[in-house]
């Protein structure tokens, strides 16, 4: 992997360490006492993904949290791509992409624009070239790695993913007409697939829960996590505090029920690309 993809598996792996602490009920200084750690600045520095871990303190901390055998096994797994050497020649690898990776199951939902785990090249490039915390020469790149983060939505043994956006991020041109028809076009073919789910909340439909926002929930069957990614004018961001992730899960079930059903959102979509071929 290369060294983008490594730091991509710290932070799952951080992030996994963190929920597992948690849910043993036990504070930073509890578990750094109890792994004979000399401070608790590096438990905070491993859970934000800032440094690896070694394969023998992993194991003293899934036995201190008492991470059940199918789950600690999985861990493992993440900890092993965490400790890998990077590769010069290898793509670089977001973060999202590594967590869509063990994904069982991915909600997203997006009111203005599509969402990124459904763009096109030429959308995401639309969209990056306007970007405050994007320099000009790294657009291309950052938009080609939205497209590679979305290839195990396709893979043989795809996530579920479940797509809500709101009826303006089918109309805005973003990229021009061209674009935002290739969008569409890209958008029909994945809602096509057996593992996909798409609604429209419409335009008339008035205030709903998530009015104005964006974010994607990231389910890990194994183990068993939850994710919420966010992206702002200046940062992207994860937050799996259990409030948190109930709250947008709750969002996200409202916003749902207030869609459209499937068959009558993908027509609504089927019409707004015959609106721009002709």
Request: charged content about 25%; some cysteine; hydrophobic content about 40%.
């Amino acid at each position: 992997m290369g060294s983008a993809a490594v730091a991509a598996y710290r932070e799952l792996l951080g992030a996994v360490l963190r929920s597992c602490r948690e849910k043993a009920g036990m504070s930073p200084t509890q578990a750094t006492k109890s792994l004979g750690w000399y401070s608790s600045v590096k438990i905070a520095r491993l859970e934000a993904g800032a440094i690896k871990i070694p394969e023998d303190e992993l194991e003293r901390m899934l036995e201190l949290f008492g991470v059940p055998a199918g789950e600690a096994e999985k861990i493992r797994f993440f900890g092993v791509k965490a400790r890998e050497r990077p590769s010069r020649v290898t793509p670089s690898e977001s973060t999202l992409r590594a967590f869509v990776a063990e994904a069982s199951e991915v909600r997203t939902y997006a009111d203005q624009l599509l969402p990124e785990l459904t763009q096109t090249v030429d959308y995401a490039y639309a969209l990056l070239s306007t970007s405050l915390r994007t320099a000009p020469s790294d657009v291309g790149r950052e938009a080609r790695e939205r497209v590679e983060a979305q290839r195990p939505l396709t893979s043989v043994q795809p996530p579920d993913l479940h797509v809500v956006v709101g009826e303006p991020a089918l109309l805005r041109p973003v990229g021009g007409r061209l674009v935002l028809r290739n969008q569409l076009e890209h958008l029909r073919a994945l809602v096509d697939r057996p593992n996909v789910t798409f609604r429209v909340i419409p335009i008339d439909h008035g205030e709903h829960a998530a009015l104005g926002m964006a974010f994607t929930l990231i389910t890990l069957a194994v183990p068993a996590f939850t994710t919420v990614y966010t992206e702002g004018l200046t940062a992207t961001s994860y937050a799996d505090a259990p409030d948190e992730v109930d709250a947008y899960k709750l969002a996200f079930r409202r916003i749902t029920e207030a869609a459209l059903p499937e068959e009558d959102s993908a027509k609504l979509l089927d019409r707004r690309i015959d609106e721009l071929v002709q």
